[in-house]
């Protein structure tokens, strides 16, 4: 491999820590540069090798959000429990079947997200709904075994599903949705690194020097989130969701 090929990925897996931190989506910048700048490869192969860096950068964004952020560890252990044991069964889906099928239900999904981030102005600012315990973790267990499933199977764009859960089905403000996304997310990475590892699906030569530059992206994006707060990361959540949008319409109308 050229050392050109290596040091692109590199700065795409440091930006796609960057966002990710902040509100989820950097798969959206990893997985097409490294689909385009490693086509020796099986597609399966690439997006294993992208799950070390994904998990890297989650890890360094999620240290930062702990030491801020008060977190529900009762539920969350719950979730990432289910999370990682719905990834692993996703990926293991993966190797097995193509899944652009899904992209033309995303598209139509996104746009709504879009539509309605853009015109409820409040939306996220503030911790809205007060569910009970029972409830709660009926929410919680859903969320985790879809999103779970979906990252594991799909991947672009978990991270900003799973802020938009915690906003709209658990009541979260933006920050908090955030710093607890970061955590699910992590054990949906996991999952998915256990079946690619089983699978030898890993380039270890790619993945760890990407792991590296996606964890110092991580680092400074969740710092630069918890300083800016729910605003900041509300005009962020929005741009990643229209560049997801556009990614998703590119994939259903324009390449075939």
């Known amino acids: 491999m050229e050392p050109t090929t290596l040091i692109l990925l590199c700065i795409a897996a440091f930006v796609a820590g960057f966002v990710d931190a902040i509100v989820g989506g950097g798969g959206l910048i990893q997985t097409p540069m490294a689909l385009v700048m490693l086509p020796q490869f099986p ?16 890890s360094f ?12 560890w009762k539920l969350l252990a719950l979730m990432m429990l289910l999370a990682v044991a719905s990834a692993f069964t996703g990926s293991q889906l993966l190797t097995m079947m193509h899944n652009d099928f899904m992209k033309p239900i995303l598209l139509v999904v996104l746009s709504f997200v879009a539509i309605y981030t853009y ?20 929410y919680a267990i859903i969320i985790s075994i879809v999103m779970g499933f979906y990252d594991g199977f799909i991947g672009p764009g978990a991270g900003s599903f799973l802020v938009l859960a915690f906003i709209t089905i658990l009541g979260f403000d933006f920050l908090h949705a955030s710093a607890n996304a970061k955590m699910v997310n992590l054990a949906t990475n996991f999952g998915s690194i256990c079946l690619f590892f089983i699978k030898g699906k890993i380039i270890w030569a790619i993945a760890i020097p990407m792991a590296v530059c996606n964890a110092i992206g991580g680092a400074i994006g969740a710092r630069l989130a918890i300083n800016r707060g729910n605003k900041f990361i509300r005009i962020f959540f929005l741009v990643i969701v229209v560049g997801t949008l556009i990614r998703f319409a590119y994939d259903v109308f324009i390449k075939r």
């Open 61 to 72: 964004a999620a240290a930062h959000y702990l030491k801020k952020v008060n977190m529900n």
């Open 119 to 138: 015109t409820k102005k409040n939306f996220g600012q503030h911790i809205e709904k007060d569910h009970s315990s029972k409830k709660q973790i009926f």
């Open 43 to 58: 597609v399966s192969t690439v997006i294993g090798s992208l799950k070390i860096p994904a998990f890297s950068g989650t």
